[in-house]
């Protein structure tokens, strides 16, 4: 027992923080620091009109034309939809990859496209029966009319300004053949 009382006395001796002589009526709220939101970067090469190949999600391999950026960082991307199908969408630019081609995008107007044209609306939620349950016939969700609208003169603010082989560029899909490596590509 003796050796065991030598060696905690030649420790140095722990100095315990001293109390706070007042403490606040209300708690503060600690600020949490990854809460902070900042505005994600745009990569360099990603500048509007500038092709991009989606590298996943429904319209993967598809080529798309970039906006603008949103301010939740997203990248607000179209086909146009009447040259490959792909509507006005939001994606993440983890997510794509930026091609040297570029198109003209100045005629397109999509100031009023934020986050909150996206949003979708809360269906009524409503007890389901027996019968609803196994209802076969789906409901067609129909398209807001500003979203067709807003689509319809994008589309025709870009579309207008793309020649046969650009427009055979955009509609067909990115893939890799056999012997080819995404490293070795020069997009």
Same mark, same amino acid.
């Given at each position: ?25 209300? /708690? ?75 198109? /003209? ?83």
């Amino acid at each position: 027992g003796r050796i065991g009382a030598l060696s905690y006395a030649s420790q140095p001796a722990v100095a315990m923080p001293k109390a706070a002589r007042m403490y606040p009526a209300e /708690d503060a709220p600690a600020r949490n620091p990854s809460q902070v939101q900042n505005p994600t970067k745009l990569r360099a090469s990603i500048t509007p009109g500038t092709v991009l190949i989606l590298l996943a999600g429904r319209f993967k391999g598809k080529r798309v034309v970039f906006l603008k950026q949103l301010d939740s960082g997203l990248l607000l991307v179209t086909g146009p939809f009447k040259v490959n199908g792909v509507p006005l969408r939001r994606v993440n630019q983890r997510y794509v990859i930026a091609t040297s081609t570029s198109v /003209d995008v100045s005629g397109a107007n999509v100031g009023s496209v934020g986050d909150a044209f996206f949003k979708r609306e809360a269906a009524a939620k409503a007890k389901k029966g027996e019968e609803e349950f196994f209802a076969t016939e789906g409901k067609k969700k129909e398209v807001a009319a500003e979203k067709v609208a807003m689509q319809k003169s994008v589309d025709a603010a870009i579309a207008g300004k793309l020649d046969a082989t650009m427009k055979g560029y955009l509609g067909a899909r990115f893939s890799l053949k056999s012997g080819q490596y995404p490293h070795d590509l020069k997009f």
